[in-house]
């Protein structure tokens, strides 16, 4: 099991950026495919990034894809989501998650351990 804690939430205008860390304890981070999720009010948690357990291969939600770079420092135990151009639908709790494998995956069921969300609101 790894314990993950994502931080770097917060408001910000449409159109502006936020950086949001995931800092992973416990197993080894390395072994750890890793994904971002997000969940706004009344709707269903949903894939937004994942990237491998190398970092050399990503995948993203088409809502944010060119928009969002998912990106890991396995030295640091961290993931990060760079998110640009955001705007006000990309308001959510957003979530940090690992998979024990290797490559990626979109499936919310491939990811045992979830970190306790950050909150984004993007004003109009």
């Known amino acids: 099991q790894v314990q993950l804690v994502e931080s770097g939430g917060g408001l910000v205008q449409a159109g502006g950026s936020l950086r949001l860390s995931c800092a992973a304890s416990?197993?080894?981070?390395?072994?750890?495919?890793m994904g971002w999720f997000r969940q706004a009010p009344g709707k269903e948690r949903e894939f937004v990034a994942t990237?491998?357990?190398?970092?050399?291969?990503?995948r993203y939600a088409d809502s944010v894809s060119g928009r969002f770079t998912i990106s890991r420092d396995n030295a640091k135990n961290t993931v990060y989501l760079q998110m640009n151009i955001l705007k006000p639908e990309d308001t959510a709790v957003y979530y940090c998650?690992?998979?024990?494998?290797?490559?990626?995956?979109?499936?919310?069921?491939?990811?045992?351990?979830w970190g306790q969300g950050t909150q984004v609101t993007v004003s109009s």
């Open positions: 990237l491998s357990r190398s970092g050399s291969s990503t």
């Open positions: 998650a690992g998979a024990e494998q290797a490559s990626v995956t979109t499936r919310r069921q491939d990811y045992a351990d």
């Open positions: 416990g197993r080894t981070f390395s072994r750890y495919a």
